[in-house]
């Protein structure tokens, strides 16, 4: 069983639409939590991180960690076609060095006219 | 300021042969990890440097290695290839100097092997 289970998608919803992109964690030392997403033929860029349980919000992009139940989602509100891409949620312990990220393995997102 | 910077971005080897990719980080970066992102399993961490030492290492196998030189620009080097190690390379720089450190990464190296 892998550390971290993110659903594959594809989603694919409608312009103006709420989305949901969620991950499950086994490893309950992971303490540091992330968001990235990947546009066709480019490297991961970061979204959003966050470290306590609870919401984080950055305009269009609420992330949200419940440790209790090692599950954390990110939430795209008035989604675009532009957003369309690959998200990785990705997360790592609170010992050692930033660099050793455990990542999920992408839900690739579809957002259409 | 110019992001990390990978080559070559496309690669087509053999089984058997053995490769060398590159990565630069952005300046000021000390810090180097490569990941392998393949379809079925995602992106794996294979290793990081810092300051030409090999500070952390994933489960890959030892065909797997790398160096970093005295200005941070990291090679990633597989030898003896398999069909497996077909995927997308992709490098990552961090500047290492706050509590959390974002990384960034570069466009990858597509390898095919074969």
């Known amino acids: 069983q892998k550390e971290v289970e993110q659903d594959p998608g594809p989603l694919s919803v409608p312009e103006g639409a709420i989305v949901s992109l969620n991950c499950t964690y086994s490893?309950?030392?992971?303490?540091?939590f992330m968001w990235y997403r990947q546009y066709s033929r480019k490297g991961p860029e970061l979204l959003m991180y966050?470290?306590?349980?609870g919401n984080k919000e950055d305009g269009r992009f609420t992330a949200q960690v419940d440790k209790s139940s090692k599950y954390i989602s990110l939430f795209i509100r008035d989604s675009q076609p532009s957003d369309s891409a690959t998200y990785l949620c990705?997360?790592?312990?609170?010992?050692?060095?930033?660099?050793?990220?455990?990542f999920g393995t992408g839900t690739r997102l579809q957002v259409t006219l | 300021k110019a992001g990390v910077t990978q080559t070559p971005r496309y690669l087509i080897k053999t089984r058997g042969q053995q490769v060398t990719l590159s990565c630069s980080p952005i300046s000021g970066h000390r810090s180097v990890s490569w990941y392998q992102q393949t379809p079925g399993q995602g992106l794996q961490f294979l290793f990081e440097?810092?300051?030409?030492?090999?500070?952390n290492k994933g489960n890959f196998p030892g065909r797997f290695s790398g160096r970093q030189f005295s200005n941070s620009r990291s090679e990633m080097n597989v030898s003896t290839l398999e069909l497996g190690d077909s995927a997308l390379y992709l490098c990552?720089?961090?500047?290492?100097?706050?509590?959390?450190?974002?990384?960034?990464f570069g466009p990858g190296t597509r390898l095919t092997v074969l």
């Open positions: 990552a720089s961090n500047s290492q100097g706050a509590a959390y450190n974002e990384q960034f």
């Open positions: 490893n309950s030392a992971f303490q540091y």
């Open positions: 440097y810092f300051s030409e030492t090999q500070r």
């Open positions: 990705a997360m790592r312990t609170n010992t050692g060095t930033a660099s050793k990220l455990t």
């Open positions: 966050t470290y306590s349980s």
